[in-house]
Structure formats: structure tokens, C-alpha cells
């Protein structure tokens, strides 16, 4: 069969093809993108290999990595399309797919949670997989077989068996103490799972044939023995006698029997701990700047100010400047990264309002003869959610939902996203004043910012101004705190009748506290042509008082105070104001000649 006679094949079945690159595995770009592009014969002609899109095509893949998964692969249907790889000869079944049309996400399965490089099996659901070109190969040419969601979630679970099944397999020792083994397995299986006696019987007797143990009935005996056991609160195996007899990491079994118990493991796996000779060895990245050096990536930072002052005008321009790769005010961006995805959660804010002030800045783009990145950029208004509301962030639904769609955005840029939430009292639902409510929600932030990603979020101010609302708790973990207020009148620019003026404070910098990049500053924007500019933050009060000691100084030559000047219809100082600029200026000039 032809390459276009695959790809012709495949779409009679409703799956999409991508052309791809067969030495890296992914997709190749078109105009930059590959998802849901129009692709032409040539393109595929020219391509090394073909791959199949899965979001587009509506079907998930069952990615077999460790080959000796493939011995329990019999365990999930078979009737479906099946693709594999040749490897000395031999082809392996490595691919299974399946359509289905409900809520699903990836799912991977590691041998060490710590080496991305040691996935046993996975669920793929939002990227693409290599079917054709090099050495891949169909094995079974059917349309992938259909599930209702019953069938999913019993797919989910026979893979999750799989993963666990492939690591015990492999652990089983060659000869000798093998009684043992199983007994311990049994008690990890009454301790971890709430399957019947059956289930557990048939999970253990899938392990014995995989690795020809012929000793059936004495090992399955071990299984009821363990469960009398643990009936009658006698000791039985777990997690530390499993780590012991193989040899490993608690964490790193605890993980493998997570993947099928129903309930919370008696015996939990310690945090993980290094030496401090593996800690100083290990290779962390130094901090990566976006723009230098406000925005760095896997930072946290809170944006806060009293109501119509301009945090979402403010959050929607840093966020276009991020998804573009352009300067931010008077922050470079720097010249080694790419522009990244951003999410712009948005949940005040009317839809139109919204729209119309993303037009104001991509039309500006237009103006300028920019070309505005209109993919790195996503926005989630309130309207289009389900029922026009967010399921609060404070609770599981919520997290998880956003988390979907940042892996999701992770999976068709191979970028984290900057993920913006605007704001806090609108995506929760919880007493913005308890301590406790606030640390959850933090920890959760915190856990976005481990695993790579970049929160920006906003919140309002007290009444008074002076902090922002709620539990100060919030402020603790956050690398970044940005106040915004409006200027005073002695603060104001007179030349910038029509732009609106924003005083920016740094209330925190984990980097940069006290240095200059903490001085405050003005930003504006036009409301004609929405462009934003900063500018130094002075008080007009000391300006004049300068002016009038300079006057007095240099002009006049006056090294010491007299009455007249305090008087005076144009520069009047008083006494102590003028010493004090004296003694100033002096000091200035001594650690200048220092």
C-alpha cells in the first residue's frame, strides 16, 4: 500500500493524517501549526513518514512503550486498529486505538516518576502517532473500535492493570523465593484493592503466565490467605516488605500499586529526599526570562489594585506581549526564547467588553506592521463555559478542568503555557479572609508552578487600598507582587491628557527587592491608539521645591537661607527645605568622589 493510499484509507475511517518527520517523530508545521491544517498530496509525498491526529479524529491511542507490556495486551479489546513496529524481524502490536467521543485525558504510566524516559504504557488523547514510514507497520487495518463511556473507564482501569502487571512481571524472580513473592503480592493486593477474590486470582495467574511459572495453585492460594489475614487484623504485606523484596525505592513501588487501588494506601510512599551531595549534583535550570526581568517562567505573581484601575487592560497587553514576543513597557524581551502560549482565564468580565479590547490591541499590531500570534494566544471568557460559570479553583473539578486544558495547550505547542486568572474572587468560591482556604489555593498554584508552568493572577484591593483583600497568606508563596493604583495629582503626567496612567509598585520581588528594577514607575495607555509607554514616577511637589532651591542657588548664588525666599512669588522654599536639599546634594557629591 501506497503512503497515499494509507492516508486515503485512513480517512475512509474518519482519521485524519498529518505528514510527519520520521527521525524525531512529530508532525512537520505548516505555516507554523499542524493541527487542523489542509493537507495536500504533495505534503505527504514529501514527508518521511505519516502520522494520525487524535483530537481531530476523535480517538484515543494505547501507546505500549516497555515491549513486555505487549504480553498483557490481550487483555483489552483486539478488535480495533492495531499499528506496530518491526525490531529484529519481529513486529510488535504497539499502538491500539479506539474511538471515543467522551471527557478523556492522557494518562502515562512510569517505571521511575522521576526519568520521563521509562514509560511502560500511556493513554494518548490530545498529540499524534506515527503509523506509517520507517518501521512502522498495520497490523490490524479496522476502523478503530467505538466505546460508550463504561467502556472507556474499563479500558482506563485494564491499562492501568497493564502498567502494574509489566512492573511485577519484571521483578519476578528468575528462580528461587518465588512463594515468597506472591505472598507478598497477595498481601499488597488484599491491602491496595477492593477487587473481589476473583479479580485479584485472575490479576496474579495474567503474571505467572507471562513468566511461565507453573506453580498456579500454590501461588493463587496466597491471595485468600492474605485476605483471612487481613480480615482478622493479623499482619499482611505491603508497600515495605514489596520495596524490601525488589530492592527499591518505596516511592517508586508506592507509585505502581497507586495506579489500581481504590482506596488510600495504609502504607503511603515517603517525599522524596536527596543527599545534599545528589541535590548540589543535580542540573537545574537557571531562571528563564521572558521579559527581563518581570516575567521569568515556573514563577507565581500577583497582580492586585482597587476596582477600574486597569488590571485587565494591563493583564491583556503583558499577556499579547508574551504570546508574540514583543516588549513589555520597559521590559526587553529576551532575544534566546520563543514566543509562548499563554491562557487568559477571564471571569468578570462581559464578552463583548472583552472583545473589544483584545481588538484594540490587535489592531494596534496591525497598525504597526506586526504580525500578532494569534494561536500562542487563548482566551477563556465566562460565556463559553458550561452554564456560563467556572467550576471554582478552589475545588478538584475546577483545578482539574484548567489543568486539562493547560496540558492540552502543553501537548500542541511543546511549550508550557503562562496561564493568566482574572481574578481570584470571580474563579473561587471561598472566605477570601480564612488563612486556610488561601493556603489550599496556593498549594495549588504552587503545584502549577513545579511542574513548569507560569501563573499570573489578579485580585482586588481592601477598601482602604493598602493591601490587597483577604488572608496574607497569599503573598507568601508568590515570587512577584505587583500593586496598581491610580496617580495622584501631584503624581500625574499634565502632557498625557488622554492616556490612562497606572502607578506600578513592586510589594515583593523575590529576585530584585531594593534594587532599581523595584522603583516604581507610571505606565500609560493612549485611548486612541492603545499604545503603552512608561514613564518615571515624580511628585511635582519635589519638583518644584528643586526648582526653586536651584533657583535660588545657582541663579541667585545664595549658599545660605533668608527670610525673603520663603515669601518669594515665584520659587519661595522654606528654611528646612532648603538645608535639606543642600545637605542632600553635598552627600552626593562626596560619595560621587568616593
Given at each position: 500500500?501506497?503512503?497515499?493510499?494509507?492516508?486515503k484509507?485512513?480517512?475512509?475511517?474518519?482519521?485524519?493524517?498529518?505528514?510527519?518527520?520520521?527521525?524525531?517523530?512529530?508532525?512537520?508545521?505548516?505555516?507554523?501549526?499542524?493541527?487542523?491544517?489542509?493537507?495536500?498530496d504533495?505534503?505527504?509525498?514529501?514527508?518521511?513518514a505519516?502520522?494520525?491526529?487524535?483530537?481531530?479524529?476523535?480517538?484515543?491511542?494505547?501507546?505500549?512503550?516497555?515491549?513486555?507490556?505487549?504480553?498483557?495486551?490481550?487483555?483489552?479489546?483486539?478488535?480495533?486498529l492495531?499499528?506496530?513496529?518491526?525490531?529484529?524481524?519481529?513486529?510488535?502490536?504497539?499502538?491500539?486505538?479506539?474511538?471515543?467521543?467522551?471527557?478523556?485525558k492522557?494518562?502515562?504510566?512510569?517505571?521511575?516518576?522521576?526519568?520521563?524516559?521509562?514509560?511502560?504504557?500511556?493513554?494518548?488523547?490530545?498529540?499524534?502517532?506515527?503509523?506509517?514510514?520507517?518501521?512502522?507497520?498495520?497490523?490490524?487495518?479496522?476502523p478503530?473500535?467505538?466505546?460508550?463511556?463504561q467502556?472507556?473507564?474499563?479500558?482506563?482501569?485494564?491499562?492501568?492493570?497493564?502498567?502494574?502487571?509489566?512492573?511485577?512481571?519484571?521483578?519476578?524472580p528468575?528462580?528461587?523465593?518465588r512463594?515468597?513473592?506472591?505472598?507478598?503480592?497477595?498481601?499488597?493486593?488484599?491491602r491496595?484493592t477492593?477487587?473481589?477474590?476473583?479479580?485479584?486470582?485472575?490479576?496474579?495467574?495474567?503474571?505467572?503466565?507471562?513468566?511461565?511459572?507453573?506453580e498456579?495453585?500454590?501461588?493463587?492460594?496466597?491471595?485468600?490467605?492474605?485476605?483471612?489475614?487481613?480480615?482478622?487484623?493479623e499482619?499482611?504485606?505491603?508497600?515495605?516488605?514489596?520495596?524490601?523484596?525488589?530492592?527499591?525505592d518505596?516511592?517508586?513501588?508506592?507509585?505502581?500499586?497507586?495506579?489500581?487501588?481504590?482506596?488510600?494506601?495504609?502504607?503511603?510512599?515517603?517525599?522524596?529526599?536527596?543527599?545534599?551531595?545528589?541535590?548540589?549534583?543535580?542540573?537545574?535550570?537557571?531562571?528563564?526570562?521572558?521579559?527581563?526581568?518581570?516575567?521569568?517562567?515556573?514563577?507565581?505573581?500577583?497582580i492586585w489594585?482597587?476596582?477600574?484601575?486597569?488590571k485587565t487592560?494591563?493583564?491583556?497587553?503583558?499577556?499579547?506581549?508574551?504570546?508574540?514576543g514583543?516588549?513589555?513597557?520597559?521590559y526587553?524581551?529576551?532575544?534566546?526564547?520563543?514566543?509562548?502560549?499563554?491562557?487568559?482565564?477571564?471571569?468578570?468580565?462581559?464578552?463583548?467588553?472583552?472583545?473589544?479590547?483584545?481588538?484594540?490591541?490587535?489592531?494596534?499590531?496591525?497598525?504597526?506592521?506586526k504580525?500578532?500570534?494569534?494561536?500562542?494566544?487563548?482566551?477563556?471568557?465566562?460565556?463559553?463555559?458550561?452554564?456560563?460559570?467556572?467550576?471554582?479553583?478552589?475545588l478538584?473539578?475546577?483545578?482539574?478542568?484548567?489543568?486539562?486544558?493547560?496540558?492540552?495547550?502543553?501537548?500542541?505547542?511543546?511549550?508550557?503555557?503562562?496561564?493568566?486568572?482574572?481574578?481570584?474572587?470571580c474563579?473561587?468560591?471561598?472566605?477570601?479572609?480564612?488563612?486556610?482556604?488561601?493556603i489550599s489555593?496556593?498549594?495549588?498554584l504552587?503545584?502549577?508552578?513545579?511542574?513548569?508552568?507560569?501563573?499570573?493572577?489578579?485580585?482586588?484591593?481592601?477598601?482602604?487600598?493598602?493591601?490587597?483583600?483577604?488572608?496574607n497568606?497569599?503573598?507568601r508563596?508568590?515570587?512577584?507582587?505587583?500593586?496598581?493604583?491610580?496617580?495622584?495629582?501631584?503624581?500625574?503626567?499634565?502632557?498625557?491628557?488622554?492616556?490612562?496612567?497606572?502607578?506600578?509598585?513592586?510589594?515583593?520581588?523575590?529576585?530584585?527587592?531594593?534594587?532599581?528594577?523595584?522603583k516604581?514607575?507610571?505606565?500609560?495607555?493612549?485611548r486612541?491608539?492603545f499604545k503603552?509607554?512608561w514613564?518615571?514616577?515624580?511628585c511635582?511637589?519635589?519638583?518644584?521645591?528643586?526648582?526653586?532651591?536651584?533657583?535660588?542657588?545657582?541663579?541667585?548664588?545664595?549658599?545660605?537661607?533668608?527670610?525673603e525666599?520663603?515669601?518669594h512669588d515665584?520659587?519661595?522654599?522654606?528654611?528646612?527645605?532648603?538645608?535639606?536639599?543642600?545637605?542632600?546634594?553635598?552627600?552626593?557629591?562626596?560619595?560621587g568622589?568616593?
Amino acid at each position: 500500500m501506497t503512503i497515499l493510499e494509507q492516508v486515503k484509507s485512513f480517512h475512509e475511517q474518519g482519521i485524519y493524517c498529518v505528514p510527519a518527520n520520521i527521525t524525531n517523530k512529530r508532525p512537520i508545521n505548516k505555516n507554523g501549526h499542524w493541527k487542523n491544517v489542509e493537507w495536500t498530496d504533495e505534503d505527504f509525498l514529501n514527508a518521511s513518514a505519516i502520522g494520525i491526529e487524535h483530537e481531530k479524529s476523535g480517538i484515543i491511542d494505547i501507546d505500549f512503550d516497555d515491549l513486555n507490556a505487549i504480553k498483557f495486551q490481550h487483555l483489552l479489546p483486539r478488535d480495533t486498529l492495531t499499528v506496530g513496529k518491526i525490531e529484529n524481524s519481529k513486529t510488535y502490536p504497539t499502538h491500539l486505538f479506539y474511538r471515543y467521543e467522551g471527557f478523556r485525558k492522557k494518562i502515562t504510566h512510569l517505571e521511575d516518576r522521576n526519568k520521563l524516559d521509562s514509560v511502560i504504557v500511556e493513554i494518548l488523547t490530545h498529540t499524534q502517532t506515527i503509523v506509517g514510514g520507517g518501521n512502522r507497520v498495520t497490523i490490524n487495518n479496522v476502523p478503530p473500535k467505538k466505546l460508550n463511556d463504561q467502556q472507556y473507564l474499563n479500558l482506563v482501569k485494564i491499562v492501568r492493570k497493564i502498567a502494574l502487571m509489566t512492573m511485577l512481571a519484571k521483578h519476578y524472580p528468575k528462580k528461587g523465593n518465588r512463594d515468597q513473592y506472591c505472598l507478598i503480592l497477595a498481601g499488597c493486593l488484599a491491602r491496595y484493592t477492593d477487587w473481589p477474590t476473583t479479580e485479584k486470582e485472575d490479576f496474579l495467574l495474567e503474571i505467572l503466565k507471562a513468566v511461565g511459572d507453573e506453580e498456579v495453585k500454590s501461588r493463587l492460594a496466597k491471595i485468600k490467605y492474605q485476605e483471612n489475614a487481613l480480615a482478622n487484623n493479623e499482619d499482611v504485606y505491603g508497600i515495605q516488605s514489596f520495596s524490601k523484596e525488589v530492592n527499591l525505592d518505596k516511592s517508586i513501588c508506592g507509585e505502581w500499586w497507586n495506579w489500581v487501588n481504590n482506596k488510600e494506601l495504609d502504607s503511603t510512599p515517603p517525599i522524596t529526599a536527596l543527599s545534599i551531595g545528589e541535590f548540589i549534583e543535580r542540573n537545574y535550570p537557571a531562571a528563564d526570562y521572558l521579559l527581563y526581568p518581570l516575567v521569568a517562567k515556573e514563577t507565581i505573581t500577583q497582580i492586585w489594585s482597587s476596582p477600574g484601575v486597569g488590571k485587565t487592560l494591563m493583564g491583556l497587553e503583558l499577556a499579547a506581549c508574551l504570546a508574540n514576543g514583543e516588549k513589555f513597557l520597559k521590559y526587553d524581551w529576551q532575544q534566546n526564547s520563543k514566543p509562548i502560549p499563554v491562557l487568559y482565564v477571564e471571569g468578570e468580565m462581559s464578552a463583548n467588553q472583552l472583545q473589544d479590547r483584545i481588538l484594540l490591541i490587535t489592531d494596534r499590531y496591525l497598525r504597526e506592521a506586526k504580525k500578532f500570534n494569534f494561536t500562542h494566544f487563548k482566551i477563556a471568557p465566562l460565556k463559553e463555559q458550561l452554564n456560563h460559570t467556572f467550576d471554582p479553583l478552589n475545588l478538584p473539578l475546577g483545578r482539574m478542568r484548567l489543568e486539562l486544558q493547560l496540558e492540552q495547550m502543553f501537548q500542541q505547542f511543546n511549550q508550557r503555557p503562562v496561564v493568566f486568572l482574572d481574578n481570584v474572587s470571580c474563579l473561587t468560591n471561598f472566605q477570601e479572609k480564612d488563612g486556610n482556604e488561601w493556603i489550599s489555593f496556593m498549594n495549588f498554584l504552587i503545584q502549577l508552578r513545579s511542574k513548569g508552568y507560569t501563573v499570573i493572577f489578579f485580585h482586588h484591593a481592601t477598601k482602604e487600598g493598602s493591601s490587597s483583600s483577604g488572608s496574607n497568606m497569599k503573598e507568601r508563596p508568590v515570587d512577584l507582587e505587583i500593586k496598581l493604583s491610580e496617580p495622584d495629582k501631584d503624581q500625574k503626567i499634565d502632557y498625557l491628557t488622554n492616556d490612562t496612567q497606572i502607578v506600578i509598585q513592586f510589594k515583593k520581588w523575590r529576585e530584585w527587592n531594593y534594587t532599581l528594577h523595584s522603583k516604581p514607575f507610571i505606565a500609560s495607555v493612549n485611548r486612541d491608539s492603545f499604545k503603552w509607554s512608561w514613564h518615571e514616577l515624580k511628585c511635582k511637589k519635589e519638583t518644584e521645591k528643586q526648582t526653586a532651591f536651584a533657583y535660588w542657588s545657582k541663579e541667585q548664588k545664595q549658599i545660605s537661607w533668608k527670610d525673603e525666599m520663603k515669601d518669594h512669588d515665584l520659587y519661595p522654599i522654606s528654611k528646612a527645605m532648603f538645608y535639606k536639599i543642600q545637605n542632600k546634594q553635598k552627600k552626593e557629591a562626596l560619595n560621587g568622589k568616593a
